[in-house]
């Protein structure tokens, strides 16, 4: 009896702005639908999913906007690297992405591009966009933790 091993989680591009501009309250993993030259770029990690975002359309998760580079060797011409990609989700969460979209300030973005055994995945955020307030406020708490954790390092050596 063989046991199928689990290969460790291998990110190959993360959006770090996404949690700073958007309060994400839901995340879903989901796959993507790739053709043989984007996954060897992905394996070079030629990705940039920043200006990304999740459409649902005619009951299809599309990722917009992301970039997906050929690989080096690649002889490929006519490309569009920022071209749609669909996403591979149940259809019961299409449905419940599609309707929070449609709610007043709700977005859908990508948070991680990764490979989880041999698979490209996509880590989905579902979030509402950040006040300039709400920022400012989050940098505030981030220096004042930073400072105590300072403080108690000196404090102890």
Known sequence: MSSKKSLPKSVIAINRGATYHYDIYKKIKAGIELKGYEVKGLREKRANIVDGFIKVVNGEAFLMNTYIGVPSNAKITNY??????????????????????????????????????????????????????????????????????????????
């Open 80 to 157: 569009d690297s920022r071209r749609a990609r669909r996403l591979l989700l149940h259809k019961r969460e299409i449905r419940w992405i599609d309707t929070e979209l449609k709610k007043k300030g709700i977005t859908a973005v990508p948070l991680e591009l990764f490979w989880e055994n041999n698979l490209a995945k996509l880590l989905i955020g579902v979030g509402k966009g950040k006040k300039k307030y709400d920022k400012r406020k989050q940098i505030i708490e981030r220096e004042i933790k930073r400072e105590i954790q300072k403080a108690l390092k000196y404090e102890t050596i």
